[in-house]
């Protein structure tokens, strides 16, 4: 069942990891002992930062908001192949083609994935604005990572659809899905981190 992309208001990499350690060290005045070393693994990701104790040390982990690129080859696509359809006199296949380019090209320009640290929304807009309820199943836009089930990308090399199934909707599970209008691969990065590996979809 498609989910808010279509629906939102009319529709909706790890970049490079950078990982830096920070040591300090107290020492007394009087004797040059150790007082304190405390080592910390800093992991950048796109905004985020993550901050971990080495030596096992329960330090609380705080992941900032990631939001993917929009992505426009879909609508580019798909308005190309309606231009050649009609272009060769198949105008019946082409206005159906070409009306969902220009609703997906729309889409694009206004919806976005939002994953903060809790929870993945579908927001519009500059000002990321609510995207109300979803009319397909009802209840807001916006899943919690742990209600997660499992997740695919069709097709990594060239992404056309993303799929999950969570269970906040419905305790039995409810399935989404949306057309990838975002960048590929910042969406697969930032999936596998917050809800974990996907069964069978991975980078190419």
């Not at 990594?156 to 590929?184: C, M, W």
């Amino acid at each position: 069942m498609a989910s808010a992309l279509l629906s939102a208001p009319c529709f909706l990499s790890p970049k490079n990891k950078e990982l830096g350690g920070f040591v300090s060290s107290f020492r007394s005045l009087n004797n040059g002992n150790l007082l304190h070393n405390h080592s910390l693994l800093r992991k950048k990701y796109g905004g985020s930062l993550v901050v971990t104790s080495v030596f096992g040390r329960k330090v609380k982990t705080t992941r900032e908001t990631v939001i993917p690129e929009p992505d426009y080859r879909i609508p580019i696509v798909l308005l190309g192949l309606s231009g050649g359809l009609a272009y060769t006199n198949n105008l019946l296949p082409a206005a159906p083609v070409g009306l969902l380019g220009l609703l997906l090209l729309f889409q694009t320009t206004r919806v976005r994935f939002v994953f903060d640290e809790e929870a993945l929304e579908v927001k519009v807009g500059e000002e990321l604005e609510n995207s109300g309820e979803n009319v397909f199943v009802g209840g807001k836009n916006r899943w919690k990572y742990s209600s997660f089930v499992n997740w695919e990308l069709w097709w990594p090399n060239f992404p056309i659809l993303v799929y999950f199934k969570e269970t906040q909707t419905k305790p039995e599970g409810q399935v989404h899905f949306f057309p990838v209008i975002f960048n590929g691969k910042q969406l697969y990065d930032i999936m596998v981190e917050r809800a974990g590996p996907s069964q069978t979809s991975g980078p190419k």
